[in-house]
């Protein structure tokens, strides 16, 4: 069964349609919700309700269009909401931008692939501190683009933060990563 | 790996760590909770205990709940008395006990031994300010007395009740899930009221009213849990709109209260 196939059956109504959709974003959904909420049960429950609410919603679907995209907004916005939810004793507000510039700097610095693994561990671990000083629409912003794959105007178009603050930091680190490149050469 | 690929790497790694791919398989969930959720969806309403604050059924209760109150403020918040009143109360009361992240909260509730049966009680709860208040009523159509232990954190709950299993008791009919390897019955997608909201005082403590009752107030919930098993002689049920996960969690988690109190606030794996 392909991917149009499973959404012809969700639209007439039979749930198994969505056994091929569950499996195939299943992995790629909880870990985008598991970095943005920092919590593997609260990433669950986000992702088990979008997938039960991508069933109810179906008719709105429109089929000429990807499912993964509509899907993936949905589990998004809706671990943000959990993110902010269970982490009200972090600062919510948007205006973290020293915090979400250095995760940027970090994420362009690291150019190289880690030599042992020593230094791969600490690489990630210095990267997950630094994430979870973000806020979670931030956190959001940096998984879409650079979890997800998304395109900046995708990025962008689902983050409500400060218009202009995603795409002038990822400009300045695109940037800084084609300045590093061009020394390595 | 491409020098471009590094940003996703590291991201890819983090995941991994939290949620690794292997152990993700969400379809017996999902299909469990639509199946469920059209045939079981109805509206649960539990108002008959707590409702208004203090329509309880046994007088018993009202003395249980000042003395829980006083518990809670003594034994959480007024250090130097704590072992005073775990004294005092520890002679004639069944002890719950329980962290928060601020403090251990310890709540006693009068037991003539009609129970008949050491209760259980979590030692696991999600993190966070939860109260808990302790109820004891006979059961007007299964007879034998009933402990109810209701937790309760902003909008969430958890009401865990506990009897003596009736001779040839069996579980309802519905999900069969495992609690410790003991069959359990599990109804999920419930909705309904349940008045168990506790307001909290500042300083996290109970906020009574001047009168000294405590204002409850309901909770309404649309994606709530049951699940029914029995341990030995005692059949338990929760009732929560938490997570189904920490459902079965906190299921898992019971102990004797008096083998083991305490610890009820542990961190996520």
């Known amino acids: ?185 | 790996m491409k020098k471009e690929n590094q940003t996703h790497w590291i991201l890819q790694e983090i995941a991994e760590e939290r949620s690794p791919g292997n152990t993700i398989n969400l379809w017996p969930q999902i299909k469990s909770r639509h199946v469920l959720g059209a045939k079981e969806r109805h509206i649960v309403t539990q108002t008959k205990n707590l409702k208004g604050g203090f329509s309880m059924k046994k007088s018993l209760l009202h003395a249980a709940i000042m003395l829980s109150l006083i518990a809670i403020a003594a034994t959480a918040f007024i250090p130097t008395v704590r072992a005073q009143v775990i004294d005092w109360i520890s002679g004639q009361t069944t002890v719950f006990s329980f962290m928060t992240p601020h403090s251990k909260v310890t709540v006693g509730l009068f037991s003539d031994g009609s129970w008949g049966f050491v209760p259980l009680s979590p030692t696991y709860l999600p993190i966070g300010d939860w109260v808990m208040v302790p109820d004891s009523y006979k059961d007007e159509v299964t007879g034998p007395d009933t402990l109810k232990l209701i937790f309760n954190k902003d909008n969430k709950f958890l009401i865990l009740t506990e009897r003596k299993a009736l001779t040839g008791e069996t579980l309802p009919v519905g999900d069969s899930v495992k609690v410790n390897d003991q069959p359990a019955v599990l109804f999920t997608g419930l909705s309904g009221e349940i008045a168990a909201s506790i307001p909290l005082a500042k300083d996290g403590g109970v906020q009574p009213e001047p009168s000294g009752q405590v204002n409850i107030n309901p909770v309404r919930y649309t994606d709530g849990v049951r699940l029914t098993w029995q341990v030995g002689e005692i059949r338990l049920e929760i009732l929560s709109n938490l997570p189904l996960r920490q459902v079965m969690k906190i299921a898992a988690s019971l102990q004797l209260v008096e083998t083991e109190p305490a610890q009820m606030t542990t961190p996520e794996p």
């Open chain 1, 1 to 185: 069964m392909d991917e149009a196939q499973a959404i012809t059956q969700l639209k007439a109504g039979d749930i198994s349609g969505l056994q091929m959709l569950v499996e195939t974003y299943q992995i790629e959904a909880i870990q985008a919700a598991c970095l943005i909420t920092g919590d593997r049960a609260t990433a669950e429950d986000v992702v088990q309700d979008a997938f039960l609410r991508a069933f109810d919603k179906i008719q709105g679907f429109d089929e000429t269009r990807q499912f993964r995209p509509w899907f993936v907004r949905m589990v998004v916005n809706d671990s943000i909401k959990a993110a902010i939810r269970q982490s009200r004793q972090i600062s919510l507000k948007d205006d973290g931008e020293a915090d979400y510039k250095t995760v940027l700097q970090k994420l362009t610095e690291y150019i190289r692939e880690p030599e042992d693994a020593f230094e791969q561990k600490e690489l990630v671990t210095e990267m997950r501190q630094a994430i979870a000083r973000l806020s979670p629409s931030q956190r959001a912003a940096v998984v879409l683009h650079y979890f997800l794959n998304m395109s900046t105007a995708e990025s962008a178009g689902q983050l409500n933060c400060a218009p202009g603050t995603l795409r002038w930091h990822l400009s300045v680190a695109r940037a800084r990563l084609r300045s590093l490149l061009a020394s390595l050469k």
